[in-house]
C-alpha cells in the first residue's frame, strides 16, 4: 500500500504507481497529493505542501488561517501584460471506503493503481474531485515552457462540506476576472452555471433507559450510493430513508427500543447503507424478516437499486441503554417524515433538476438522533422554502435545527467572452461541439463571484466516474486532452 511519510512537512510516495502516465508532470503531483491525507477538516498537510511547492519556486503566496492557499505566477515571455487568468480548485476530498479496508483517511495516503485506461485507489474515494485540479495547477506551475498570462491559483479547503473555505477566503488582492474553474467530471462538458445550497442539520432529543433481552440487528446495504447533486435525479435509494420506513413498519407490529442507528457519512453522499440494533419486546423474529423481506421487494421495484438488500439477524442479549419505545418512534417518524430527492425540475432547461435534498447522514449520538442534508436549487425562492420546510418539520418534532454553509446559485451568464472562447477552442481540437450547461451539484463559482465583481467563468474537467464512492475512477486519456485543452486556452488568453 502507498502511504505518506512525514519528515519536517515533506511527504513522499513509498511507490510510484503512475509512474510512465502522461502528461507525467500532471501525474506526477496526483501521485504526491494522494500521498497525503487531505479529508475535509484534514486540510492542514496538503495547504503546507502547497505552500512549501510555491516557497521552492520563488512564487508569491497567501495562505490564511483556513489553510485556503493562493499562488500567483508572472506571465511567461510575450504575456506579462495580459490580463490575469484565475485557476480555481479544492484540496479536500470526500473520504468513504469498503467496510473492509483498513486505511485511515488521517494518517494514510491512499493505495494508487491503473489498470491502463483508468485510474483508481483499492478500496477508497481516489479524490480526483479535486485533486486532479490541484495537480493541473501544480504541473502548470511548476513548468518552464508553457505559454500563459499572469496566473492566480486558488486552492480552497472544505469544499465537499459545505464550500466552507471558499465562503472565507479573502480575495481583496486578486486581479483577475476570467477563472477556470477545474471542479467537473465530464469531457466534453463546459459548465456555465450551478445551483446554490446549503446544509441543514436536525436533532431530536431522546431519552435512553436500561433494557435487557435479544438484540436484532438490521441492516439496509447494497445501494449504488453518488453524488447528491450529480446523480440525485437517478432515482437511487437512500439508505437511511429506506430504513426509516422499515422501522415504522415494524413498530407498527410490535413495541422496540433502538440502541444504535447509523447510516451515511456526508451530506452529500448518497447513503449507501444503514445499521440500526434494536430490542423487541415479544419478539417475532421471523415476522421482522418478513417485513424485511416484502420492503425490499418493494424498494427494488421503486428504485434503480437491483442489489439493494435488507438483512435481519439476531444478535447477542442486550443488558445496557436503549431509547425508550416512544422515542424509538419519533424517531423513525422523523426518518419517514422528512423529504428527500428530486423536489422540482427546471421548466427551462431540460433535464435539469432544479430543487433536490439528502438526508446524507442519520446517526443516534448519545442523547439525540442527528440527522444532516444537503439542499440544492438553483431557484433561491424554492432553496428557503424547502429549509424552511425542515424548520417546520423540527419544530413539529421538537427537534433542534441549524444551518450552514449557505452558498449562491452561480447564475448564467449571457455575454461570456470566456466561454465563446473555450467553444471555440473545443471545436477546433476535437471537432466538435462541447455540451455548455447548468448543472444541479454545486461548484465554488458562485461565491467567488461575490467576490470578485463582474467574474467571467467557466468550469471544466477530465472524465471521472463514481466520484464520492470507493468505485471512483479517473481516465487517463481524458486527463491528458483536458490538460491539452487547458494550455490552449490560456496561450489564447
Known amino acids: 500500500m502507498a502511504k505518506s511519510n512525514s519528515h519536517k512537512g515533506v511527504y513522499l510516495m513509498e511507490q510510484h504507481p503512475l509512474a510512465g502516465l502522461e502528461p507525467a508532470g500532471v501525474f506526477r503531483f496526483f501521485e504526491e497529493i494522494c500521498a497525503i491525507p487531505h479529508g475535509s477538516r484534514n486540510t492542514k498537510a496538503i495547504s503546507d505542501y502547497l505552500v512549501q511547492f510555491a516557497r521552492d519556486r520563488g512564487l508569491r503566496f497567501r495562505q490564511d488561517e483556513w489553510n485556503n492557499v493562493v499562488i500567483f505566477q508572472p506571465g511567461t515571455p510575450g504575456y506579462e501584460d495580459h490580463p490575469p487568468v484565475i485557476l480555481q480548485g479544492h484540496m479536500d476530498m ?69 464550500m466552507l473555505g471558499a465562503a472565507a477566503i479573502d480575495l481583496s488582492d486578486l486581479q483577475g476576472r476570467r477563472m477556470v474553474n477545474l471542479d467537473s467530471e465530464d469531457e466534453g462538458v463546459l459548465t456555465v452555471s450551478c445551483a446554490g445550497g446549503a446544509t441543514a442539520s436536525m436533532d431530536l432529543p431522546l431519552s435512553r433507559r436500561p433494557v435487557y ?120 417518524a422523523l426518518l419517514q417524515a422528512v423529504p428527500n430527492g428530486v423536489q422540482a425540475m427546471s421548466r427551462d432547461i431540460e433535464g435539469l433538476v432544479q430543487t433536490s435534498l439528502n438526508l446524507g447522514i442519520a446517526q443516534i449520538q448519545e442523547d439525540r438522533l442527528h440527522l444532516t442534508f444537503s439542499v440544492r436549487s438553483s431557484v433561491n425562492e424554492e432553496k428557503e422554502s424547502l429549509l424552511q420546510q425542515l424548520r417546520d418539520i423540527a419544530g413539529d418534532f421538537h427537534a433542534a435545527y441549524s444551518q450552514m454553509g449557505e452558498y449562491p446559485a452561480w447564475e448564467y451568464r449571457k455575454d461570456s467572452p470566456l466561454r465563446d472562447l473555450m467553444v471555440q477552442t473545443y471545436r477546433q481540437m476535437f471537432g466538435g461541439e462541447p455540451q455548455v450547461v447548468a448543472i444541479h451539484a454545486g461548484l465554488e463559482c458562485g461565491l467567488l463571484g461575490d467576490k470578485l465583481p463582474g467574474l467571467d467563468c467557466v468550469s471544466f474537467g477530465p472524465q471521472m466516474q463514481d466520484i464520492h464512492t470507493s468505485r471512483e475512477k479517473l481516465n487517463i486519456a481524458s486527463t491528458a486532452r483536458m490538460w491539452n485543452y487547458l494550455l490552449e486556452i490560456l496561450k489564447r488568453l
Open 94 to 162: 470526500v473520504c468513504e471506503k469498503e467496510p473492509d479496508c483498513p486505511l485511515d483517511f488521517a494518517r494514510d495516503g491512499l493505495d494508487l493503481t491503473h489498470d491502463g485506461t483508468d485510474i483508481f485507489a483499492r478500496g477508497t474515494t481516489l479524490g480526483g474531485d479535486d485533486g486532479i485540479a490541484v495537480a493541473y495547477a501544480l504541473a502548470l506551475l511548476d513548468a518552464r515552457d508553457l505559454p500563459h498570462p499572469p496566473l492566480e491559483v486558488i486552492i480552497t479547503v472544505d469544499e465537499e462540506i459545505g
Open 213 to 332: 433481552g435479544p438484540c436484532v440487528e438490521l441492516l439496509v446495504d447494497g445501494l449504488q450510493g453518488g453524488h447528491s447533486g450529480v446523480e440525485i435525479h437517478k432515482n437511487r435509494a437512500n439508505a437511511n430513508k429506506v430504513m426509516g420506513e422499515l422501522l415504522v413498519r415494524i413498530q407498527e407490529k410490535m413495541p422496540v427500543c433502538i440502541v444504535s442507528l447509523s447510516g451515511g457519512a456526508k451530506d452529500n453522499a448518497i447513503p449507501r447503507s444503514c445499521r440500526v440494533n434494536l430490542v423487541a419486546m415479544g419478539l417475532d423474529l421471523d415476522l421482522i424478516r418478513t417485513l424485511a423481506e416484502s420492503l425490499q421487494a418493494e424498494a427494488r421495484g421503486r428504485y434503480d437499486d437491483p442489489a439493494l438488500t435488507i438483512s435481519v439477524r439476531e444478535a447477542e442479549a442486550l443488558g445496557g441503554m436503549a431509547m425508550s419505545t416512544d422515542d424509538s418512534k419519533q424517531a423513525a
